[in-house]
């Protein structure tokens, strides 16, 4: 059964994250309607939970795994209950669930892509912890996101996890060499095309103006949808079961990537194929002049530049109008799972992390993007300006979640609609209005 579904933002008050992309199958699943079937139960924990020396599991996706560990890490250091982690990998993670559901074997906590968490909590795998979320203090610093990802029927069944936004990278190395001004990135996506086109005319070898994850619909949207939002256009009607691609927006970022791919050098070699595995490689490498990239991969750009690597800069993605900007607030959510048999311990653990000491700790001190609005605000006076960039993408509440129930088969899955939409806009024969129902075929079954 799946449910209405909505577009929301960072924060109802404030405001709200990378994941980008979420897994291929559509998994039966335990339940339906958003109702727990284990014997897991809720009602009766203690606010924070309890901390009595209990193993508690969780499972979490692969390209977050640092960010996971550094939680698992600083909670385990300072509570007598210890987290056993277990990290599944991205394109193993929908069918481990969906094994795990059927067999009543799932985690006390699992986490998963925002994006996908809205099926998974109307088919009934998650442990209704409503009263425990609503109890929270400072639940309107949180990000609502990842809160309304796991909402079914006024039920709230999730958590932020850990917050990936996108943002725009270039490398300050090859735009010295092109003369371009080392210190400034696209502000619009004519300025994106501009300076991506003067590194490809480089004709260095290897060396491209950009790069696209041709057959990664996870990584598409992740990349895309914000120059859409930017312009204040939509990729889906309000309740998610309609497409909303066929805009003028669309249209300019779309019509961007095809003429750098008409460009010699203008997109990385394996653009077209790649699949998202090795998506952020050819910037990492050096090989790639600018593009949209995750936020939780730039850490290690910064850490790279330290030991003599190439010079990064950071700006928020931009629209088709210059000075307008947005971003894909993604990454993971959690919740607890209907199988688990410790309850209150996995909530301390949700407890813990939600608070803003933990925060601060686990994700500010580390470098990485908070859930939590005050720790954005408060934490980071002494941070790379870069992570200020970052972090001033989710502040100034532009951002996106989009959310619906088919969001995956729509959007992420290998050969989803949009997938070929943009396939065929970039480097095929682009018809935007019939790619658009199609995308609106699979949203509204």
Wanted: glycine letters at 10%; charged letters at 25%.
């Amino acid at each position: 059964m799946r449910k209405k579904s909505k577009m929301v933002s960072f924060n109802k008050v404030t405001r709200v994250l990378a994941g980008i992309a979420a897994t291929a199958m559509l998994i039966p699943m335990a339940a339906c309607g958003g109702s727990s079937s284990g014997s897991a139960t809720a009602g009766d924990i203690p606010a924070k939970g309890t901390d009595d020396g209990t193993t508690i599991t969780l499972w979490t996706r692969s390209p977050l795994e640092r960010q996971a560990k550094n939680a698992v890490k600083a909670y385990n250091s300072s509570h007598k209950n210890q987290v056993k982690l277990e990290i599944i990998p991205n394109d193993d993670m929908e069918g481990k669930v969906g094994g795990a559901s059927q067999t009543d074997s799932l985690p006390d906590i699992l986490a998963g892509d925002v994006v996908r968490i809205p099926y998974w909590a109307s088919e009934g795998i998650f442990t209704d912890i409503t009263d425990q979320i609503e109890g929270l203090d400072n639940k309107d610093d949180l990000q609502q996101g990842h809160i309304e990802a796991g909402t079914v029927d006024g039920k709230e069944y999730t958590l932020p996890f850990i917050t990936d936004v996108s943002v725009m990278v270039w490398n300050k190395d090859l735009y010295k060499k092109a003369g371009l001004d080392p210190d400034q990135g696209p502000t619009s996506i004519d300025e994106f095309v501009e300076q991506a086109k003067k590194v490809a005319a480089l004709n260095e070898d290897g060396v491209a103006g950009s790069y696209l994850a041709g057959q990664s619909g996870g990584a598409l949207v992740f990349d895309l949808f914000p120059s859409v939002w930017a312009d204040g256009e939509s990729v889906m009607n309000d309740d998610g079961t309609e497409a909303t691609l066929n805009n003028d927006s669309m249209k300019g970022v779309l019509n961007a990537y095809r003429e750098l791919a008409n460009t010699d050098n203008g997109l990385g070699a394996g653009s077209k194929e790649e699949t998202g595995a090795t998506w952020t490689a050819p910037f990492a490498n050096g090989k790639i002049g600018v593009m949209p990239y995750p936020n939780t991969s730039t850490t290690a750009l910064f850490e790279a530049e330290k030991d003599g690597g190439f010079e990064v800069g950071v700006t928020p993605i931009p629209g088709t109008k210059k000075g307008k900007t947005s971003t894909f607030l993604g990454g993971d959510a959690m919740g607890i799972s209907k199988d688990s048999k410790h309850v209150a311990q996995a909530w301390n653990f949700l407890y813990w992390l939600m608070s803003d000491d933990a925060q601060k700790k686990v994700f500010a001190d580390n470098g990485d993007t908070a859930s939590n609005i005050k720790t954005l605000k408060t934490a980071y006076k002494d941070a790379d300006p870069r992570v200020q960039t970052i972090n001033s993408v989710i502040i100034d509440g532009n951002g996106k979640t989009p959310k619906s129930a088919a969001f995956n088969e729509a959007f992420n899955a290998s050969g989803s609609p949009w997938q070929l939409l943009v396939q065929n806009a970039v480097w095929g024969k682009s018809d935007l209005k019939t790619d658009n129902q199609a995308v609106t075929d699979v949203l509204s079954e």
